[in-house]
């Protein structure tokens, strides 16, 4: 009998464990976290509305039809019924009008790049405020905060101020990966070559977790941060004793730093290379490297130099692209002259 009650308590030891669980994604600290998460609890509830009803009926059918009871009708030529029809299919019809509705809505209002309207659903923001700029740099495996307003940058430390609308400009140093902190704002990919943003403000201060959503290789599991959410005084103290660190984070440091490291941690950097975040999206960091955007200017001119030979007679050609060619040179220093030029 004892043996029997262990067995029958074990199925409820995933209940108890669930007890101590924090529903942060429901309950989170930021203003567009939480109406992400309003998001999802009416998209459940509403979805609800078809599930509840239907798993309810199956069971009453089934005891209502079942083969003991001689009560119920016996209608084996029945095959259809205009309002159970109505109800079968109108109903589950207007339920995905509305939700297509909410997630229309919803995809624009909350779109990581729309800039913020408000701090929260008491206090809107003044159509000219200006956000807090952080640069965010996905590495293997840590990540890299860079505050250019501040002119300091951190290795797995974030700290912001409550009630402060931040824009978030991230990239990649390698591979394609995913910065997430769920008490902020949903997720947002990461990717070399490329700038994506996010748009969030936290409203309570205290300590959350941050972590990569993107399986990037073997230290994925330890590529994890603290997010600090500190009142203005506590920002500006903290600003000012990483300005007070002698590390200075800038191409050369940054291309040792780049190299993949597992479980790296907190550093600080009170001086800062200005145009480092820059160089690391047109990856160009290395010097002598020439950097995307300066190939995508060249490539684009290349095009317009091949047009031009196409429509033009000798004479016209060879002056259009001398004059070209000087363009090329002037917008894009770190290349030679256009060598397709020269060739005509």
Request: proline share 5%.
């Amino acid at each position: 009998m004892t043996h029997l009650t262990t067995r029958r308590g074990l199925w409820l030891l995933p209940l108890v464990l669930l007890t101590g669980c924090d529903l942060l994604v429901l309950n989170p600290a930021g203003d567009i976290a939480a109406q992400q998460g309003n998001l999802i609890v009416i998209s459940t509830l509403l979805m609800l509305l078809i599930i509840v009803p239907v798993i309810i009926l199956t069971f009453v059918f089934a005891w209502r039809y079942r083969k003991g009871n001689t009560e119920a009708r016996y209608e084996p030529d029945w095959d259809h019924s205009t309002k159970l029809e109505l109800l079968i299919w109108g109903a589950p019809l207007l339920i995905i009008i509305v939700l297509g509705v909410i997630t229309w809505v919803s995809t624009h209002k909350l779109d990581p790049y729309r800039p913020l309207e408000r701090i929260d659903a008491e206090r809107p923001l003044a159509a000219d405020h200006q956000p807090m700029t952080v640069q965010v740099v996905s590495l293997d495996w840590k990540w890299l905060f860079i505050y250019p307003e501040q002119g300091i940058a951190t290795v797995n430390e974030l700290v912001t101020p409550v009630d402060t609308p931040i824009r978030f400009k991230l990239t990649s140093s390698n591979v394609m990966n995913s910065f997430y902190i769920p008490a902020l704002a949903g997720q947002i990919y990461t990717m070399a070559g490329m700038e994506t943003q996010l748009n969030a403000v936290i409203n309570k201060q205290g300590v959350f977790d941050g972590f990569s959503a993107n399986y990037s290789g073997a230290g994925f599991s330890h590529m994890r941060f603290k997010y600090h959410a500190v009142s203005d005084e506590e920002f500006e103290a903290w600003v000012k004793s990483t300005r007070d660190n002698a590390d200075s984070l800038d191409r050369t440091s940054y291309v040792e730093l780049e190299k993949p490291s597992e479980r790296e941690p907190v550093r600080r950097y009170g001086k800062l290379d200005p145009e480092l975040f820059e160089a690391i999206v047109n990856r160009c960091v290395v010097p002598g490297t020439v950097c995307m955007k300066d190939m995508m200017v060249a490539d684009a001119n290349r095009i317009r130099i091949d047009a031009a030979v196409m429509n033009m007679s000798k004479n016209e050609a060879a002056a259009r692209l001398a004059l070209i060619n000087d363009e090329v040179c002037s917008s894009t220093p770190n290349l030679m002259k256009n060598e397709d030029a020269r060739a005509y």
